[in-house]
T-cell receptor, first 114, second 111 residues
Framework: DTAVSQTPKYLVTQMGNDKSIKCEQN?????MYWYKQDSKKFLKIMFS???????INETVPNRFSPKSPDKAHLNLHINSLELGDSAVYFC?????????????FGNGTRLTVT | GQQVMQIPQYQHVQEGEDFTTYCNSS?????IQWYKQRPGGHPVFLIQ?????EVKKQKRLTFQFGEAKKNSSLHITATQTTDVGTYFC???????????FGKGTKLSVKP
């Protein structure tokens, strides 16, 4: 029973393409997130949704568009992929808004843009 | 903006040696969380500290929160090869009230 699952696990694509990553959590959490982890392992928040509403939108190119159809799902669509988008993208969820609640991370999606 | 600094960036130890990673914040934290990420894996929550001066233990791991709630440490006694991974601290306080992660300490253990 995977608590936070994201697909695909690996994504290799060419510059300029559009791709999506999907995330689902079965923990009943209200808040979901997308984090980006670069090659130096730095974890940086991109977006946060609470009950389908966007609550955090860090400085991210508008080529990245999150979508939350319901509170159990948070997808990430990326337009016109660039080399610098190569990273591991983690979906996460928490009971509250993450300030006082542990984050539960998915297994990550390793995106490679060539 | 608030920063969470973590040192050292890397630590190589012989199995059986102790290991400590330190986390410092530029501002007072309401709480601090610690995560472990195994190589190729995802961050996994270890613990949350809330009270000033708090000390919590999980087997060989000891977590401390400073009196001023601006620093924290994770100490592992007698490391094992299973302790290998990157340890992150995280505290609230991003520009939009989100959790800020330190850059992590990567621990390698030589058997």
């Amino acid at each position: 029973d995977t608590a936070v699952s994201q697909t695909p696990k690996y994504l290799v694509t060419q510059m300029g393409n559009d791709k999506s990553i999907k995330c689902e959590q079965n923990l009943g959490h209200d808040t979901m997130y997308w984090y980006k982890q670069d090659s130096k392992k730095f974890l940086k928040i991109m977006f946060s949704y609470n009950n389908k509403e966007l609550i955090i939108n860090e400085t991210v190119p508008n080529r990245f568009s999150p979508k939350s159809p319901d509170k159990a799902h948070l997808n990430l669509h990326i337009n016109s992929l660039e080399l610098g988008d190569s990273a591991v993208y983690f979906c996460a969820s928490s009971v509250g808004q993450g300030l006082n609640s542990p984050l539960h991370f998915g297994n990550g999606t390793r995106l490679t843009v060539t | 903006g608030q920063q969470v600094m973590q040192i050292p960036q890397y630590q190589h130890v012989q199995e059986g040696e102790d290991f400590t990673t330190y986390c410092n914040s530029s501002t007072t934290l309401s709480n601090i969380q610690w995560y472990k990420q195994r190589p190729g894996g995802h961050p996994v929550f270890l613990i949350q500290l809330v009270k000033s001066g708090e000390v919590k233990k999980q087997k060989r791991l000891t977590f401390q929160f400073g009196e001023a709630k601006k620093n924290s440490s994770l100490h592992i006694t007698a490391t094992q090869t299973t302790d290998v991974g990157t340890y992150f601290c995280a505290g609230p306080g991003g520009s939009q009230g989100n959790l800020i992660f330190g850059k992590g300490t990567k621990l390698s253990v030589k058997p």
